[in-house]
């Protein structure tokens, strides 16, 4: 059997995350594996989003692109927030949005769902991330993640995208019972799926509640906040740094951190120095507007400064993006911003 890479915890990422001193800020981005590659965009003319996934080789292939060609310090998985759905028994397809088919639409659909799910049949993310333990062979750390319980949920609702998640919010207040139901599902898989993926090699999990901003600070408390702490509550004691990321929940930043992750990724609605000071005792990751890397390097250089300006002598903070990186953005901003935020990071102003 071969042996995954023992990985040093110099690693100024898992350092961070521990809020412990580093020589410089770390720097990964979201969407890191994306469109704005040319190397992903070759695997996309030849697979399917759900191929690459399903495909150990492709998976790693694609989350190694950024790696090699640029000064990161993390890497993440290359999956897809929808796999554990299938492992409810829903199908998921793309075309090219994502789409659910039969989607639930009330407390009686709920009996579609598989009554056991099985995180097993999600093994091909385990395998990928073996595969990319050795091949990073301790370079950076390796990050697993999954989608938060509100945001799969209201995908296996919605159907798809949503814009005001009308069908979601409605079973969420007015069957109380069946939300509390799905979202119990949805914590037993993705509980499963982490635990997987950490024993596999994942050295950090993030979990991302992408659309949590379409909520109210009440219903976060009331409806979502006890769902996603029993989720990190099974997911202490790994031995992994725990990161939430929300977008949009800087209007209930405090509830969103009460859900008990070591990092809170924050997005750009809200400035690095007031995420801190409303976040005592986390490590805060984020926060650049991705449009900021289409824009001229002046500019990109000035942004990134005013982020690493407000974050100065602060400890556990990770430079990120406040989202993913956007598809049409230059590869070569995104090695200048990892270049920019290691050099400014460590105290050098040249």
């Not at 799910?117 to 091949?135: H, N, Q, T, Y």
């Not at 992408?210 to 031995?239: C, M, N, Q, V």
């Not at 997005?267 to 001229?296: H, M, S, T, Y």
């Amino acid at each position: 059997m071969t042996m995954i890479p023992a990985f040093p915890m110099e690693s100024r990422f898992l350092r961070a995350c521990a809020r412990r001193k580093v020589d410089t800020v770390p720097v990964w981005f979201m969407r890191q594996a994306g469109r704005y590659l040319p190397g992903y965009r070759a695997l996309r003319a030849k697979h399917s989003i759900l191929e690459i996934a399903k495909t150990p080789e492709l998976a790693c292939e694609a989350t190694l692109e950024p790696i090699r060609k640029f000064p990161l310090d993390a890497a993440i998985i290359f999956a897809d927030i929808l796999l554990p759905l299938e492992a409810m028994g829903l199908r998921v397809r793309f075309s090219p949005a994502p789409e659910i088919d039969r989607p639930i639409r009330g407390p009686s659909d709920l009996k579609r769902l598989a009554s056991r799910p099985e995180a097993d049949s999600l093994f091909f993310v385990g395998e990928a991330i073996r595969l990319v333990r050795r091949e990073l062979d301790g370079k950076v750390p390796l990050i697993g993640f999954a989608g938060a319980p509100f945001t799969l949920a209201s995908y296996m609702i919605e159907g798809g995208p949503s814009r005001d998640f009308l069908r979601t919010k409605a079973l969420m207040r007015e069957s109380p019972g069946a939300w509390r139901s799905l979202l119990d599902r949805i914590v037993r898989v993705t509980l499963s799926y982490l635990r997987m993926q950490k024993a596999s090699g994942a050295q950090a999990i993030q979990l991302f509640d992408s659309w949590a901003g379409a909520l109210s600070p009440e219903d976060y408390r009331r409806h979502i906040l006890p769902a996603t702490k029993r989720l990190f509550s099974g997911l202490k004691g790994l031995g992994a740094p725990l990161i939430y990321f929300g977008s949009g929940a800087s209007g209930f930043l405090e509830d969103f951190a009460r859900a008990g992750s070591d990092v809170v990724g924050v997005d750009w609605r809200i400035d690095i120095a007031e995420a801190f000071r409303r976040l005592p005792g986390k490590a805060v990751q984020g926060n650049l507007d991705p449009a900021l890397l289409l824009a001229p390097a002046p500019v990109l250089k000035k942004a990134a400064r005013q982020i690493l300006r407000q974050a100065s002598g602060r400890r556990g903070f990770v430079f990120n993006l406040g989202h993913g990186i956007l598809p049409q953005t230059p590869p070569d901003n995104v090695r200048r911003l990892a270049e920019w935020v290691h050099q400014y990071g460590g105290g050098r102003r040249k």
